[in-house]
C-alpha cells in the first residue's frame, strides 16, 4: 500500500480552468504539506496542515486553496489557472508538527501543465 | 529561516567515480535531512544529522554534519548508475518551523 498517494499524476488544462489534486496519506502522520517544484527543481513549501488546522501558509496567490477534511487528507483547490502554475505539487507527511525534526514522506507528485 | 545553500548544482562522473555534495547555511543548524530523487520520482529522506561533528555511513554513502552545525556533506564512494538523481538537503527553521530544501546537487553517471 502507498503511503501518501495523490492524484492525478497527471493534469493537462487550459488557462483560466478549476482543478484540484487530491491527497492521502495512510502512516498515521499529523502534519500534512503541499510543496511545489518547479522546472528548477526547486522544492518550496505552499501550505501546511496539522490535524486539519492550517498553520503555513506561504506566499501563495490566493487563487490556491488547500482543504483538509480530515488529518489523512489534504486536498489542494486552484482556480483560474495561469501559465506559471506549471509544476510538479508534491504532498507529503510526517508524524507531528513540522518543527524540521521529522523527517517528511512524499507522494509520487502531480505534474501540472497549464496550456 | 534562510535557505541553505548547496554545491555544486550539477555533478557529471564516470561510475566508480566518487562524489559529493555541500550544504551550507551562514546560521547554525538544529538538524540537517538529506533526500534523494530519482528522475520522474519523488524526494525519499535518506538521513537526519543532529549532532556536531556527527558522521553517518549507509553503505557506499557517508554523511557528515559540520562541528559548527553550519554545514553537512554526502558522500558516494564509486558511483553507480543506480546513484542518478538529485540530492537535496533540507534545514528546520522556517517561518513556522517547516522544512527548508536546498536546490540540490543534480548528479548524472555516465557508465
Known amino acids: 500500500d502507498t503511503a501518501v498517494s495523490q492524484t492525478p499524476k497527471y493534469l493537462v488544462t487550459q488557462m483560466g480552468n478549476d482543478k484540484s489534486i487530491k491527497c492521502e496519506q495512510n502512516l498515521g502522520h499529523d502534519t500534512m504539506y503541499w510543496y511545489k517544484q518547479d522546472s528548477k527543481k526547486f522544492l518550496k513549501i505552499m501550505f501546511s496542515?496539522?490535524?486539519?488546522?492550517?498553520?503555513i501558509n506561504e506566499t501563495v496567490p490566493n487563487r490556491f486553496s488547500p482543504k483538509s477534511p480530515d488529518k489523512a487528507h489534504l486536498n489542494l483547490h486552484i482556480n483560474s489557472l495561469e501559465l506559471g502554475d506549471s509544476a510538479v505539487y508534491f504532498c507529503?507527511?510526517?508524524?507531528?508538527?513540522?518543527?524540521?525534526?521529522?523527517?517528511?514522506?512524499f507522494g509520487s507528485g502531480t505534474q501540472l501543465s497549464v496550456l | 529561516g534562510q535557505q541553505v545553500m548547496q554545491i555544486p548544482q550539477y555533478q557529471h562522473v564516470q561510475e566508480g567515480e566518487d562524489f559529493t555534495t555541500y550544504c551550507n547555511s551562514s546560521?547554525?543548524?538544529?538538524?540537517i535531512q538529506w533526500y534523494k530523487q530519482r528522475p520522474g520520482g519523488h524526494p525519499v529522506f535518506l538521513i537526519q544529522?543532529?549532532?556536531?561533528?556527527e558522521v553517518k555511513k549507509q553503505k557506499r554513502l557517508t554523511f557528515q554534519f559540520g562541528e559548527a552545525k553550519k554545514n553537512s556533506s554526502l558522500h558516494i564512494t564509486a558511483t553507480q548508475t543506480t546513484d542518478v538523481g538529485t540530492y537535496f538537503c533540507a534545514r528546520g527553521g522556517g517561518s513556522q518551523g517547516n522544512l527548508i530544501f536546498g536546490k540540490g546537487t543534480k548528479l548524472s553517471v555516465k557508465p
Open positions: 496542515y496539522n490535524n486539519k488546522e492550517l498553520i
Open positions: 507529503a507527511s510526517s508524524l507531528n508538527t513540522g518543527t524540521g525534526g521529522e523527517k517528511l514522506f
Open positions: 546560521t547554525t543548524l538544529s538538524n
Open positions: 544529522l543532529v549532532k556536531s561533528g
